[in-house]
């Protein structure tokens, strides 16, 4: 699977949107790295995904944006790796992505998030996400 250019709204604001499968297999061949956007606290009560670079894009609580994003994801990106971000449901790490483009790095959405969109019951973790396609996470 191909990554999508990004659409509509977000058109040339940031590199695009992958899979998680794509993030995954991009993760494992050393071509990009795995970071994980979603708050400290989210990482510690849901899960995370080993070896994620944990940078939030915004802190809990009071969701205020957070002030090392920048040093800290232009560090994740190394020598020119790309970036593939993580978050709940695909929305903020749209954002994150975008700011690490205006920072000149590559920066990919991965689709769905962590727990992917909630169903009928306003439950997530039932119809997509890192965790539904069985891709490697843990949890305290």
Not at 51 to 69: I, R, S
Not at 92 to 103: D, F, P, Y
């Amino acid at each position: 699977m191909q990554p999508r250019p990004a659409a509509g709204a977000h058109a040339g604001t940031y590199a695009g949107d992958v899979s998680p499968q794509l993030a995954w297999q991009w993760v494992q061949s050393g071509q990009a790295v795995l970071v994980d956007v979603r708050t400290d606290a989210e990482r510690e009560w849901v899960g995370f995904v080993p070896g994620a670079v944990p940078v939030a894009w915004k802190q809990w609580p009071g969701m205020a944006l957070n002030p090392q994003f920048d040093d800290a994801v232009r560090q994740a990106a190394g020598d020119g790796l790309q970036l593939v971000l993580l978050c709940r449901s695909g929305v903020r790490s749209i954002a994150a992505a975008k700011r690490a483009t205006e920072l000149g790095l590559q920066a990919y959405n991965i689709l769905e998030g962590f727990e992917g969109d909630p169903d009928a019951s306003a439950q997530r973790g039932r119809q997509g996400g890192w965790r539904f396609h069985g891709l490697p996470w843990r949890q305290n």
